[in-house]
């Protein structure tokens, strides 16, 4: 069964700074990975859709890559504000329909 | 841009009642779901539909029924709400492309208290 792990479950850091959140899942059998972030109280945006086929994807300052071989993703968020300050999760789509992780919640100090 | 709402915010409902939960996207997608999601736990699959009058358990069916009868729209129901039943509840959509399923787009999602 496909398992999805976010790490760090939070993170804190000061305006401006480059950062990475990381994603791995157990099963390296997926079509594609889905990065989403959600506000307090609401529902999930999409940010980042990567094929299974890609290596990454690039939206303005957020840019995630896959690794299917060793089961991991990352999100780079460049020059960060404090209104990327959200939970960040992580899905997978296999066989079965998506497999979220827990998230890492961002807190972006001004 | 796609489009995905539900039919209420918040709701708050009494312990044996019957709850419904609307959800209608405006996108023509194939495939709609239910998640719950509760602190600590992530989000949950409940439910899924890949096609009108079609329905698949997700991982916690139990206490939960579906209903697609337009493509459109996508009801979740509780027969008899209970307390643990008290969560966030998010409804999605996608569409589909040989058999695959691919990015998929939430509503606002409803907060349910069931007293």
């Known amino acids: 069964k496909q398992e999805v792990t976010q790490i760090p479950a939070a993170l804190s850091v000061p305006e401006g700074e480059n950062l990475v959140l990381n994603c791995s899942f157990t099963?390296?059998?997926?079509?594609?990975l889905q990065w989403f972030r959600q506000d307090p109280g609401k529902g999930l945006t999409s940010l980042l859709l990567?094929?299974?086929?890609?290596r990454e994807q690039t939206s303005g300052r957020l840019n995630a890559s896959l690794d299917k071989s060793s089961g991991r993703s990352t999100l780079y968020i460049a020059a960060s504000q404090p209104g990327d300050s959200a939970t960040y999760l992580c899905?997978?789509?296999?066989?079965?329909?998506?497999?979220f992780g827990k998230g890492t919640r961002l807190s972006v100090i001004a | 841009d796609v489009k995905v709402t539900q039919s209420s915010r918040y709701l708050v409902k009494r312990t044996g009642e019957k709850v419904f939960l609307e959800c209608v996207q405006d996108?023509?997608?194939?495939?709609m779901f239910w998640y719950r999601q509760d602190p600590g736990l992530g989000l949950r699959l409940i439910y899924f539909s890949y096609d009108v009058k079609m329905k698949e358990k997700g991982d916690i069916p139990e206490g939960y029924s579906v209903s697609r009868e337009k493509k459109e729209r996508f009801s979740l129901i509780l027969e008899s709400a209970s307390t643990n039943q008290t969560s966030m509840y998010l409804c999605a959509s996608s569409p589909t492309d040989a058999g695959r399923t691919y990015e998929q787009y939430f509503g606002p999602g409803t907060r349910l208290t069931v007293t």
């Open positions: 899905a997978v789509a296999g066989n079965t329909p998506l497999v």
């Open positions: 996108m023509d997608h194939e495939n």
């Open positions: 099963d390296s059998a997926i079509y594609n």
């Open positions: 990567i094929q299974s086929s890609q």
